[in-house]
């Protein structure tokens, strides 16, 4: 019981790693937080620091999902703690407490995340990012369509209510954290990948 309460803290703690900062701090660059769009994600480190510091950040922020969800796998952590271990690994992107609260998007956090707790699905939420954003070459809009359809691939290949919320809780705080995409993309303004004014 006691590591049942212990992984979603831990969970959360290891989101809370910034990559993008971190990355960017080593490296010499500008704080993604103030530079670029303003989001600490890949795509923007990609923007200010090229494909290296980028591969670094993504790297880091799926690693950040995937860790602390085998570890609690590897200790035989009760399912409702495993869901939430992932949870807690995304909130802490979100909002990281090491960070002033200040974080990204959370989308390949998310990604590692739901790998962890379930392959299947995330090889469906990685194909369907991937699908979306090589035919439309908006990583946005493959962001909220991978995020949508987490639940429902979760729902259809676990039989988990509880993964099925879960990811249905992250989907929503994806497309929330994208709310300034959404309008863009309705405006027909969103930069596409590559782009300067990707966000």
Same mark, same amino acid.
Request: proline residues 5%; positive net charge; aromatic residues 8%.
């Given at each position: 019981m006691f590591l049942a309460f212990v992984f979603p803290l831990l969970g959360y703690l290891a989101g809370s790693l910034a990559c993008a900062v971190i990355v960017c701090r080593v490296?010499?660059?500008?704080?993604?937080?103030?530079?670029?769009?303003?989001?600490?994600?890949?795509?923007?480190? /990609?923007?200010?620091?090229?494909? #290296?510091?980028?591969?670094?950040?993504?790297?880091?922020?799926? /690693? #950040?999902?995937?860790?602390?969800?085998?570890?609690?796998?590897?200790?035989?952590?009760p399912e409702p703690a495993l869901a939430l271990t992932a949870l807690g690994a995304f909130l802490g992107h979100l909002f990281p407490v090491f960070f002033r609260f200040q974080g990204g998007k959370g989308v390949a956090t998310a990604f590692g995340a739901i790998a962890a707790l379930s392959w299947p699905v995330g090889v469906g939420f990685a194909l369907a990012w991937l699908g979306v954003a090589g035919a439309t070459r908006f990583a946005s809009l493959a962001s909220l369509v991978a995020a949508a359809l987490a639940p429902v691939l979760a729902f259809l290949l676990t039989g988990s209510a509880l993964h099925t919320v879960v990811l249905a809780l992250i989907g929503a705080l994806i497309a929330w954290r994208h709310r300034d995409n959404i309008r863009r993309l309705r405006a027909g303004t969103e930069g596409r990948i590559g782009h300067k004014t990707t966000g």
């Amino acid at each position: 019981m006691f590591l049942a309460f212990v992984f979603p803290l831990l969970g959360y703690l290891a989101g809370s790693l910034a990559c993008a900062v971190i990355v960017c701090r080593v490296m010499g660059l500008e704080d993604p937080r103030r530079a670029g769009s303003g989001n600490p994600g890949a795509t923007n480190v /990609l923007r200010l620091g090229g494909r #290296k510091a980028a591969a670094f950040t993504l790297a880091g922020d799926i /690693l #950040k999902g995937v860790i602390p969800v085998l570890a609690a796998h590897a200790l035989d952590v009760p399912e409702p703690a495993l869901a939430l271990t992932a949870l807690g690994a995304f909130l802490g992107h979100l909002f990281p407490v090491f960070f002033r609260f200040q974080g990204g998007k959370g989308v390949a956090t998310a990604f590692g995340a739901i790998a962890a707790l379930s392959w299947p699905v995330g090889v469906g939420f990685a194909l369907a990012w991937l699908g979306v954003a090589g035919a439309t070459r908006f990583a946005s809009l493959a962001s909220l369509v991978a995020a949508a359809l987490a639940p429902v691939l979760a729902f259809l290949l676990t039989g988990s209510a509880l993964h099925t919320v879960v990811l249905a809780l992250i989907g929503a705080l994806i497309a929330w954290r994208h709310r300034d995409n959404i309008r863009r993309l309705r405006a027909g303004t969103e930069g596409r990948i590559g782009h300067k004014t990707t966000g």
